[in-house]
């Protein structure tokens, strides 16, 4: 079965620090897609980016950077220079290559204060 | 630029009433999917649809159906709500499980059931 695994329930910083979302996915499939979402306190899903299963390379956009191992069957991400506006609920999910269904972690509960 | 509208947007019911949650699309997606977000464990996803006229059951279907009668409208039905189904709704869209787009998610549906 799949499943993803965001240990990580709440993360409070100061504004600048770097921070760290950790994400553990389970499947069997050799073909997957991982994703990350941002759910601001407006409630709408935003969508960060995709990964698929034969792309290890790490990426980085502006502040944000992701760390993809399938080694250890994780996806982290890390926002530099965290900043208020970064605060949000962030989601980590993995889908399959047929029916394109999202599993999703519990999420990460983001605070940045000023 | 309308993308996911999700109709209505709040909706408080007692228990026992039924209702429909109407979710519409303009990017021409075959792919659509409701999912249901609680509290601390992320989002579910109750049915999808890859195609008008077929649906298929998610993660947790029970006490839900859905129609897929039009491309671009996937239909969510309680037939008789539970204080359970107290929940935001969710539906996205998507041109493929294999597409490099994501899922597109509407602004949500928070329901509340008495």
């Known amino acids: 079965a799949q499943k993803v695994t965001q240990a990580q329930t709440e993360i409070s910083v100061v504004e600048k620090e770097d921070v760290t979302l950790d994400c553990v996915y389970e499947t069997r499939d050799t073909t997957y897609y991982l994703f990350w979402y941002k759910q601001p306190p407006s409630g709408e899903l935003v969508f960060l980016i995709r990964?698929?299963?034969?792309?290890?390379q790490n990426e980085i956009s502006g502040r944000y950077s992701w760390n993809f191992q399938k080694s250890t069957s994780s996806f982290n991400f890390t926002i530099t220079a965290s900043q208020v506006v970064d605060s949000a609920v962030y989601f980590c999910a993995l889908s399959d290559g047929y029916t394109g269904k999202l599993i999703f972690g519990q999420g990460t509960t983001l605070q940045v204060k000023p | 630029n309308a993308g996911v509208t999700q109709t209505p947007k709040f909706r408080v019911l007692k228990t026992g009433q039924s209702m429909t949650l109407l979710c519409a699309q303009d990017?021409?997606?075959?792919?659509m999917y409701w999912y249901r977000q609680d509290p601390g464990m992320g989002l579910r996803l109750i049915h999808y649809s890859v195609g008008e006229g077929t649906t298929a059951k998610g993660e947790v279907p029970d006490g839900y159906n859905v129609s897929r009668l039009k491309k671009q409208n996937f239909l969510l039905g309680l037939e008789s709500a539970a204080p359970s189904q107290t929940s935001v709704y969710f539906c996205a869209s998507s041109l493929g499980a294999l597409s490099n787009q994501p899922q597109h998610f509407g602004d949500g549906t928070r329901l509340s059931i008495l």
């Open positions: 990017m021409n997606h075959e792919y």
């Open positions: 990964r698929n299963s034969f792309d290890e």
